[in-house]
Structures are given as structure tokens and as C-alpha cells.
Nanobody
Framework: QVQLVESGGGLVQAGSSLRLSCVAS???????VAWFRRTPGKERRFVAA????????SYADSVKGRFTISRDNSKNTVYLQMDSLEPEDTADYYC?????????????????????WGQGTQVTVSS
């Protein structure tokens, strides 16, 4: 189990970029890591995931081509590069991790599969 701490959120204008970071308390090598987001009154929704085995990535349709998930295992850190931000991207963003070595890419968006979660970082995109 690892503790996760997100940072990098803020208030930006539409069309801008932000990079979120998620630092783990221990090694995340072999972990599957992901980002989810939640807006008030709604459940967390999948944004992006990266499975270490096979270097597999998965993205929600709403962010494909604009967001990029990456990781630096030497720093125990996961990143979410967000470009061309839209007001609809406004949400609290959460980092998640779990030891999943063979989960198919199509299932990586299931938040029930993730054991470890951060506290979230807020992103607000103004129009």
C-alpha cells in the first residue's frame, strides 16, 4: 500500500495547460496508476491510466488527444499533462494506484480496482 499526494491544480483560462503531479510514499514500479476526477454531486470518473506491464495506457474519450499520463518510477511520481483545457475539465482530480499486472486496458477505468487514493487537487478552468 502507498500513500498518494497530488499537487499542481489551480485556476486557469480555457485553452491553457496544467501538469498535475502525484507523489507516492513508496515504489510504484509494477503498479497501475490512474487519474480520476469528480465534479460536485457526481461520482468520480475515469480520466487516464497507465499499466506498467506492457506500458499500456488508457484514456477517457473526453480527454483523448489533450491529456497525457506519464510516470517517473525513480521519483515515485505520476503526472497528468493537461493541454487545451476546457471549462468542462473543472473538477477535483484524484490519483489512484493498485497492483494490477494484467488487467486489460478496457478495464483500467474501473475505480473499484484501485486500492490507494490521494486526497485530490482542484482544477478550475474559466471560459
Amino acid at each position: 500500500q502507498v500513500q498518494l499526494v497530488e499537487s499542481g491544480g489551480g485556476l486557469v483560462q480555457a485553452g491553457s495547460s496544467l501538469r498535475l503531479s502525484c507523489v507516492a510514499s513508496g515504489s510504484i514500479t509494477s503498479y497501475t496508476v490512474a487519474w480520476f476526477r469528480r465534479t460536485p454531486g457526481k461520482e468520480r470518473r475515469f480520466v487516464a491510466a497507465h499499466r506498467w506491464t506492457g506500458d499500456v495506457t488508457s484514456y477517457a474519450d473526453s480527454v483523448k488527444g489533450r491529456f497525457t499520463i506519464s510516470r517517473d518510477n525513480s521519483k515515485n511520481t505520476v503526472y497528468l499533462q493537461m493541454d487545451s483545457l476546457e471549462p468542462e475539465d473543472t473538477a477535483d482530480y484524484y490519483c489512484a494506484a493498485s497492483r494490477m499486472l494484467s488487467t486489460p486496458a478496457r478495464n483500467l477505468g474501473d475505480m473499484r480496482l484501485y486500492r490507494d487514493w490521494g486526497q485530490g487537487t482542484q482544477v478550475t478552468v474559466s471560459s
